[in-house]
């Protein structure tokens, strides 16, 4: 089976400050491996997306994350946040073939000012 | 175009009381999943539909819990005798490809159940 670990439930950073999101999964077969944003009041999106190819990924808004296969990690990057970040960002994973996604427990990302 | 839509947006349930909660997916998506987001978790698979096949139900905690899809578009799902750990958010989800490779799953708002 596949796990997820977010090693961090509350992550506070002042605006353009950089910040990190840590996830790290668990599988003995191949996975896709995603970062989903929630922002206040409103449904999961999908943020960007590891398939295969290059390891490095990144979304439009300036986040990129990095899949690592010998750490088992997909850590989530932003040089330099913006208020408009504050969300709660969730790591997960599919096996490849498969349909179901496994989420991590999610870390809350608050900017202050 | 229109999202994946979910009805009712909260329902607030006495303990022992059946309820039912609506998924309208994307037109035209093959696929439809049902997730459930304690307060403070991830959300954990529930089941997930492949037209009106359930294909996979083993995230369903009890017998309690049911699904349908009949005619391969609008899902319900169903609990019997709401418990007070049943209180949760219920996130319906939808993708386009029937099989194989990478399918986007694209979430509707979500049910927030709170169970008293």
């Known amino acids: 089976a596949q796990s997820v670990t977010q090693l961090d439930s509350q992550v506070p950073v002042f605006e353009e400050a950089p910040v990190e999101l840590r996830c790290n999964y668990s599988s003995s077969v191949s996975v896709y491996l995603f970062w989903y944003v929630q922002y206040p009041n409103q449904g999961l999106q999908l943020l960007l997306k590891?398939?295969?190819?290059?390891?490095l990924v990144e979304s439009i808004n300036g986040f990129e994350a990095e899949f690592n296969k010998s750490q088992t990690s997909f850590h989530l990057r932003k040089p330099s946040v913006h208020i408009s970040d504050t969300a709660e960002y969730f790591c997960?994973?599919?096996?490849?073939?498969?349909?179901?996604?496994?989420f991590g427990q999610g870390t809350r990302l608050t900017i202050n000012p | 175009g229109a999202g994946v839509s979910q009805s009712p947006r909260y329902k607030v349930a006495k303990r022992g009381q059946d309820v039912a909660l609506r998924c309208d997916p994307i037109s035209g998506h093959v696929s439809l999943f049902w997730y459930q987001q304690a307060l403070g978790q991830g959300p954990e698979f529930l089941t997930y539909?492949?037209?009106?096949?359930?294909?996979?139900k083993s995230g369903l905690p009890s017998d309690r819990f049911f699904a349908e899809r009949p005619e391969g578009s609008v899902s319900t799902l169903k609990i019997q005798r709401t418990q007070q750990e049943d209180s949760a958010v219920y996130l319906c989800?939808?993708?386009?490809?029937?099989?194989?490779?990478?399918?986007?799953?694209?979430f509707g708002p979500g049910t927030r159940l709170t169970v008293l």
């Open positions: 590891y398939l295969s190819g290059s390891t």
């Open positions: 989800a939808s993708s386009l490809v029937v099989a194989g490779g990478y399918n986007e799953q694209f």
């Open positions: 997960a994973v599919s096996v490849q073939g498969a349909q179901k996604l496994v």
């Open positions: 539909f492949q037209n009106e096949a359930q294909l996979d």
